[in-house]
């Protein structure tokens, strides 16, 4: 069992918003595990911790059920990035985005990064049925330019794609931009001085793993300016450490004449 001491708190947080279904937890363990398998809906929250080069980032995975609303302001609380998660074949989904998760977004920091992610890509685009090698990806910080994803062949085909037909698309690329700009001026950001859409929406597969590192890799380059200013805070203001007074705090008792 590690000691206490070595117990580091996460640098940043980071959020995962959307509806149930849409393929919150897999995208996460497709991105901690490499690996997708099939999952039930998450009740309340969990998280994962993850070591980035020097720095700790944990990764919240939020439930999408309505009666688990109300936990979703406090998840968000001082969080460095939300990633708003809809499934491309589903509208509702991006939707719901806007009607019910984005206000949970307004505990999160001020200068919190958002990204808009269409999960389940595989469904509706040929190109993400390839399964993504991430084994070359590394794990230990942020990859170099001749780090890239390798392809290799397809895996046996879900019913769907054996049958030859795709799934009908039902948000579009210029969908999940046009509510990241919503998103901007619901924030009150000046869009020519934020991230532009075209880096912070996304389209992935939590079961071909097509994006996955992409995305989590982007936010995390992303956050480090947030990681480095906190830190900076911190050893300008530093906390005290009550064990350590305890042994020269303790008042004497004066003697009598």
Same mark, same amino acid.
């Given at each position: 069992?590690? =000691?206490? @001491?070595?117990?580091?708190? $996460?640098?940043?947080?980071?959020?995962?918003?959307?509806?149930?279904?849409?393929?919150?937890?897999?995208?996460?363990?497709?991105?901690?595990?490499?690996?997708?398998?099939?999952?039930?809906?998450?009740?309340?929250?969990?998280?994962?911790?993850? %070591?980035?080069?020097?720095?700790?980032?944990?990764?919240? *995975?939020?439930?999408?059920?309505? %009666?688990?609303?109300? &936990?979703? @302001?406090?998840?968000?609380?001082?969080?460095?990035?939300?990633?708003?998660?809809?499934?491309?074949?589903?509208?509702?989904?991006?939707?719901?985005? =806007?009607?019910?998760?984005? @206000?949970?977004?307004?505990?999160?920091?001020?200068?919190?990064?958002?990204?808009?992610?269409?999960?389940?890509? *595989?469904?509706?685009?040929?190109?993400?049925?390839?399964? %993504?090698?991430?084994?070359?990806?590394?794990?230990?910080?942020?990859?170099?330019?001749?780090?890239?994803?390798?392809? #290799?062949?397809?895996?046996? !085909?879900?019913?769907? @794609?054996?049958?030859?037909?795709?799934?009908?698309?039902?948000?579009?690329?210029? *969908?999940?931009?046009?509510?990241?700009?919503?998103?901007?001026?619901?924030?009150?950001?000046?869009?020519? !001085?934020?991230?532009?859409?075209?880096?912070? #929406?996304?389209?992935?597969? !939590?079961?071909?793993?097509?994006?996955?590192?992409? &995305?989590?890799?982007? &936010?995390?380059?992303?956050?480090?300016?947030?990681?480095?200013?906190?830190?900076?805070?911190?050893? =300008?203001? $530093?906390?005290?450490?009550?064990?350590?007074?305890?042994?020269?705090?303790?008042?004497?008792?004066?003697?009598? #004449?």
């Amino acid at each position: 069992m590690p =000691e206490v @001491s070595k117990l580091r708190k $996460p640098d940043v947080k980071i959020v995962l918003l959307g509806d149930m279904n849409v393929g919150k937890t897999s995208l996460l363990h497709r991105y901690t595990e490499r690996r997708f398998k099939d999952t039930v809906s998450t009740v309340g929250g969990a998280f994962f911790l993850k %070591q980035w080069g020097p720095y700790n980032i944990s990764i919240w *995975d939020t439930a999408g059920r309505e %009666q688990f609303h109300g &936990l979703g @302001s406090m998840y968000c609380r001082g969080a460095a990035a939300v990633i708003l998660t809809y499934d491309v074949t589903n509208w509702q989904s991006l939707a719901e985005l =806007e009607e019910r998760f984005l @206000s949970l977004t307004d505990t999160a920091n001020h200068d919190c990064i958002y990204a808009v992610v269409g999960n389940k890509a *595989d469904l509706t685009d040929p190109k993400a049925q390839v399964h %993504q090698d991430s084994d070359s990806v590394s794990e230990e910080g942020p990859r170099t330019e001749s780090q890239v994803l390798s392809a #290799c062949p397809t895996p046996p !085909a879900s019913p769907v @794609s054996l049958s030859g037909l795709m799934l009908h698309k039902q948000v579009t690329h210029e *969908d999940a931009v046009a509510l990241y700009g919503r998103l901007l001026r619901y924030k009150g950001l000046d869009e020519k !001085a934020s991230l532009p859409a075209d880096k912070m #929406c996304f389209e992935t597969s !939590a079961k071909t793993g097509y994006n996955v590192d992409t &995305l989590f890799e982007t &936010l995390f380059d992303l956050v480090l300016p947030s990681i480095l200013r906190k830190r900076n805070e911190n050893k =300008e203001s $530093p906390t005290v450490d009550l064990e350590d007074c305890r042994g020269t705090g303790k008042k004497t008792r004066s003697s009598c #004449c």
